[in-house]
C-alpha cells in the first residue's frame, strides 16, 4: 500500500504470518476497547477517506499505547516499521534499520500513523472477525 504523509511517499508491505501473531499478541489487549473503532478505520480507508480514518484512531491507541512496557510497545512498533519503505530520490528506502529510524523527520505522530497503516492492513482481516461484545454462552445442561 502506498500513501503520502506530510509530503512524503510511503509504501507498506504486509508483515508475515508470524510477525502478525507477535504483534497481535501484544496489541490484543491493547485494542480490546477500541475494535469498533478498527471497524470504522477499515470502512473509511476503503472509502479512500485514509487520513481521517487513522487520525480518528490514532489518539485512542496512543493513549492504550502508553501503558504498554518498553519491551510490548517495542515488539509492536518495530515489527511494523521494518515493512515501511519512503521514497528518497529516486528509490525507496526502509524507514526502520537495526533499531534505529532512518530519517530524522519522522516525528512521534507520523511514526503512529505508519505503524497503525500496517496494524489495518496486516491484521485488518484478524481484527474484523474480533466480536465487538463479549457473547454469553448458555449455562450447561
Known amino acids: 500500500m502506498e500513501f503520502e ?3 512524503n511517499q510511503y509504501r507498506t508491505a504486509k508483515l508475515n504470518v508470524f510477525e502478525q501473531l507477535k504483534v ?19 470502512g473509511r480507508i476503503a472509502g479512500n477517506d485514509t487520513e481521517g480514518a487513522v487520525s480518528s484512531v490514532l ?12 519491551e510490548d510497545c517495542n515488539a509492536i512498533l518495530f515489527p511494523c516499521l521494518s515493512v515501511v519503505s519512503r521514497q ?5 528506502v526502509p524507514v526502520f534499520s ?3 529510524l532512518a530519517f530524522d ?4 505522530f507520523t511514526m503512529l500513523q505508519l505503524v497503525a497503516r500496517v496494524v489495518a492492513d ?6 474484523q472477525e474480533l466480536p465487538t461484545v463479549e457473547t454469553v454462552s448458555p449455562p450447561a445442561a
Not at 31 to 41: I, K, M, Y
Not at 88 to 92: E, F, G, N, T
Not at 105 to 108: Q, W
Request: proline share 4%.
Open 5 to 7: 504523509i506530510k509530503g
Open 24 to 42: 497481535s499478541r501484544k496489541l490484543l489487549p491493547v485494542l480490546a476497547g477500541v475494535v469498533s473503532e478498527f471497524r470504522d478505520v477499515q
Open 59 to 70: 489518539p485512542k491507541i496512543a493513549d492504550a499505547v502508553s501503558k504498554l512496557s518498553d
Open 88 to 92: 528518497h530520490m529516486k528509490s525507496w
Open 98 to 100: 537495526q533499531d534505529t
Open 105 to 108: 523527520d519522522i516525528d512521534l
Open 122 to 127: 496486516s491484521l485488518g482481516n484478524f481484527l
